[in-house]
């Protein structure tokens, strides 16, 4: 009984980090109702006060502790690198576009959608969703450095500016297909992406005639 007692707290406050995350994915951080997502916790608002003493707080925590670890699982960041980067890219990106869900499209990344909304407003907000796109963009530029290091990466690319634009591409191919309400649109943009990063292999060595 003690250590059920024990593990109460931290069951209670995954309960409402869940039903935040839900909350907000859908309506975005200022339209959330605490009301909504206390109910979809199943507890009660002195649970909810106990452990954040604000909407603000429980919002940086769903930045901090669901989306950032969702966006990293998702985009392979958490997986040890390993093989050729541009092949493991690839292979990212049309794992991404053969299991696109129409809730992607219907409400976009969740990430990009704080970015837009809290960014201009809220500095701890923007930290927190920066210091992700920080940790993806770092993963990429790391392993495309390993690339060039194994000669499976061009050496005249800047692996830094190239993961930018993968994760600014990514972000953007889900904002524009937000908008449009359109997965073909979306998993068009992901397959350019891909067939752009076959550009980053280097040249095949040409065979020298023999005399």
Same mark, same amino acid.
Request: charged content about 30%.
């Given at each position: 009984?003690?250590?059920?007692?024990?593990?109460?707290?931290?069951?209670?406050?995954?309960?409402?980090?869940?039903?935040?995350?839900?909350?907000?994915?859908?309506?975005?951080?200022?339209?959330?109702?605490?009301?909504?997502?206390?109910?979809?916790?199943?507890?009660?608002?002195?649970?909810?006060?106990?452990?954040?003493?604000?909407?603000?707080?429980?919002?940086?925590?769903?930045? /901090?502790? %669901?989306? $950032?670890? !969702?966006?990293?699982?998702?985009?392979?960041?958490?997986?040890?690198?390993?093989? =050729? &980067?541009?092949?493991?890219?690839?292979?990212?990106?049309?794992?991404?576009?053969?299991?696109?869900?129409?809730?992607?499209?219907?409400?976009?990344?969740?990430?990009?959608?704080?970015?837009?909304?809290?960014?201009?407003?809220?500095?701890?907000?923007?930290?927190?969703?920066?210091?992700?796109?920080?940790?993806?963009? /770092?993963? %990429?530029? $790391?392993? !495309?450095?390993?690339?060039?290091?194994?000669?499976?990466?061009?050496?005249?690319? =800047? &692996?830094?500016?190239?993961?930018?634009?993968?994760?600014?591409?990514?972000?953007?191919?889900?904002?524009?297909?937000?908008?449009?309400?359109?997965?073909?649109?979306?998993?068009?943009?992901?397959?350019?992406?891909?067939?752009?990063?076959?550009?980053?292999?280097?040249?095949?060595?040409?065979?020298?005639?023999?005399?």
């Amino acid at each position: 009984m003690v250590k059920r007692r024990g593990r109460d707290p931290d069951v209670t406050r995954d309960k409402l980090l869940k039903a935040a995350f839900e909350e907000i994915y859908r309506r975005g951080f200022q339209a959330a109702s605490l009301d909504t997502i206390l109910a979809k916790a199943g507890v009660s608002k002195g649970a909810l006060y106990h452990h954040f003493p604000d909407k603000a707080s429980l919002g940086y925590a769903v930045v /901090d502790e %669901v989306v $950032k670890g !969702l966006l990293l699982e998702r985009w392979g960041v958490l997986e040890p690198p390993s093989g =050729d &980067p541009i092949t493991a890219l690839q292979r990212i990106l049309r794992g991404r576009v053969a299991n696109l869900t129409s809730r992607e499209v219907e409400l976009g990344c969740p990430l990009n959608n704080l970015a837009q909304e809290m960014s201009p407003l809220d500095q701890r907000f923007r930290r927190g969703v920066n210091a992700t796109f920080d940790i993806w963009t /770092d993963a %990429v530029a $790391k392993d !495309l450095g390993r690339g060039q290091a194994e000669g499976t990466v061009r050496k005249d690319v =800047d &692996p830094r500016k190239i993961a930018a634009f993968v994760v600014a591409s990514i972000e953007g191919s889900f904002g524009l297909a937000k908008g449009a309400q359109s997965a073909s649109m979306l998993r068009s943009n992901l397959e350019v992406l891909s067939s752009f990063l076959e550009s980053l292999r280097p040249a095949p060595k040409r065979r020298t005639a023999k005399t």
